[in-house]
């Protein structure tokens, strides 16, 4: 093995002169443009998909492989992208992100095939990958320790407000101009945090590293793509299928051959010694934890809208407001909450508020309000937001500049898998309970019995809150099956979000043995 490299990580700057390099405030806003661009075509998609699929006769599966095949890409590229950035300069990475980002975008809205639109969305993932551990690589390297939390508040509040006003954006667009503009709207944005950039933005790399660990990218892409396809898969293989255990089992071997090569390799992908930081290790933790909490939680507020409610998609953006607007004030708070209590105890209490929040979820009914929902959305504005802020301020801080793109990959990666296992376990929990409650609910609404086949597809049905029905079936009887429906996916809902407290508070516990980022002169890291 070659000889061993250290770093230690960089005592914080006092004057926020001498090591900072370009315009802060700059730069922040550049790289908040371009993670906008990544965060909103995440979740606003969901809202054209329908209007996709009716103008290029697209399938379910087609519609599905949309968002699939931009996330899968997005997940297994991030941290190979924050190493290109370390090695090759975050700046020159951040700009071939933005631009392929607004062209493949452009590409996307001119598709006149589903094939060509997914394949340019499987490439628009790869650019995304690229730019988003850039951009907290630049951060790191624009912004003092004394000043990165603010920073990360303001970065922080662009990807919450863009995560929660995408449904919103998309229902817009879709119901006023057309499915292409969801994907048009990225070309402008793309331009001006382009010029921005280029213009303001100076470059930042590792002096030390020279070389790519090609074995590791392979085994660590092999591993996360195992799991997320997995994950993506699993509600139509099912969770016992031996393509979804072949799957899993894959990305264990793969995992474990990655780990080994780490310490074995001149210069590893992942310094392994970067986790021997608790901080580290636990702020990626805690980075999981957050995101199975809110994107499973979330997943299923929309069939609640949707289907229990009858609103549009449009609607539902609009009831999701109250967090949408809360996170723009709640980013920027957590992050001075954060330079004047420190992480600990402010990522403690954002999880013990997210917990609150999601327990008055779980309590949602038949006949719930706007003010029932938008109380707990506001209260998980200011849960998630320390949490959010925090949990990226010590990945990102703790670890040495020399490897703040590696680092910036680490955390985006955690909030992916995070996500994606968040959906599919509470999804599975959710189906679950739904399957042990609707035969209740049907036998008391005395509704006709169904054979093994019709049970399984109603309970399909439920656990997305839709009530289908025979053609020609008497209104009073479809009623009742709506009823039914409705109220077996209600249990489920509340069971899902029932868990999701409980991993809140388990995130509370956790972030108690955190630390603040560069607090600690010395603290070295070994680069091979």
């Known amino acids: 093995m070659a000889q061993a490299q250290t770093v230690a990580t960089p005592p914080p700057s006092h004057t926020g002169k001498s090591s900072r390099q370009g315009h802060p405030w700059l730069t922040l ?8 661009m990544v965060m909103l075509d995440g979740t606003v998609v969901s809202i054209a998909n329908p209007v996709i ?37 975050h700046k020159r990475i951040f700009v071939i992100g933005i631009a392929g980002f607004a062209l493949t975008s452009l590409a996307i809205g001119l598709s006149d095939s589903i094939t060509w639109l997914i394949a340019f969305r499987v490439l628009q993932g790869l650019f995304g990958a690229l730019l988003q551990p850039a951009a907290l690589a630049l951060l ?39 499915w292409q503009s969801v994907f048009f709207i990225n070309v402008p944005v793309g331009i001006v945090a382009l010029i921005v950039g280029l213009l303001v933005v100076k470059e930042s790399k590792a002096a030390s590293l020279s070389r790519i660990d090609w074995l590791g990218v392979v085994l660590l892409s092999g591993a996360m793509f195992c799991l997320i396809w997995a994950i ?6 099912g969770w016992g ?9 894959a990305a264990a071997l793969l995992g ?33 934890l957050m995101a199975f909490s809110m994107f499973g939680a979330m997943f299923f507020l929309t069939f609640y809208f949707q289907g229990v409610h009858g609103l549009s998609p449009l609607q539902s953006g609009l009831r999701m407001l109250p967090m949408s607007a809360g996170m723009i004030v709640a980013s920027p708070l957590a992050g001075l909450a954060i330079g004047k209590l420190g992480p600990r105890i402010t990522i403690s209490a954002g999880m013990l508020i997210t917990a609150v929040s999601m327990f008055l979820l779980s309590r949602l009914g038949l006949e719930a309000s706007y003010l029932d929902s938008a109380i707990p959305f506001a209260l998980l504005a200011f849960g998630l937001s320390p949490v959010m802020v925090g949990a990226t301020e010590i990945i990102v801080g703790n670890a040495p500049e020399e490897l703040s793109g590696v680092a910036g990959g680490v955390q985006q990666s955690a909030m992916q898998v995070g996500g994606s296992v968040g959906t599919a376990v509470l999804g599975a929990i959710v189906a679950g309970k ?3 409650v609707l035969p209740g609910y049907w036998a008391d609404a005395k509704l006709p019995a169904l054979s093994a086949g019709q049970q399984e597809l109603v309970n399909q049905g439920a656990s997305f809150a839709q009530a289908g029905a025979a053609p020609g079936t008497p209104e009073p009887i479809m009623r009742a099956i709506e009823g039914v429906v409705h109220l077996s996916f209600l249990d489920g809902m509340h069971v899902g979000f029932t868990v999701s407290t409980a991993v809140a508070v388990l995130a509370a ?8 980022g560069r607090k600690t002169d010395g603290a070295q890291v070994h680069l091979g």
């Open 140 to 178: 790191r390297a624009a912004f003092p320790a004394e000043k990165l939390n603010m920073a990360i508040g303001v970065w922080g509040a662009t990807i919450g407000l863009s995560s929660a006003a995408g449904p919103f954006i998309g229902g817009l667009l879709v119901e006023n101009v057309s």
């Open 29 to 36: 806003l550049a790289v908040s443009l371009g993670v906008m």
């Open 53 to 89: 699929g009716k103008e290029l006769n697209a399938s379910l599966a087609d519609l599905q492989w949309v968002t699939s095949g931009y996330l899968l890409a997005l997940a297994v590229f991030l941290i190979t992208a924050g190493k290109l950035g370390d090695l090759f300069g």
């Open 232 to 237: 993506i898969k699993a509600p139509e293989y």
């Open 241 to 249: 299928d031996a393509k979804t255990l072949g799957f899993l089992v």
């Open 509 to 516: 516990l956790l972030a108690l043995f955190v630390k603040a």
């Open 256 to 288: 474990a051959g990655f780990v080994y090569w780490q310490t074995k390799a001149a210069e590893p992908l992942i310094p392994l010694s970067l986790f021997s930081n608790i901080s580290v290790a636990v702020g990626t933790v805690l980075m999981i």
């Open 434 to 436: 739904v399957a042990d």
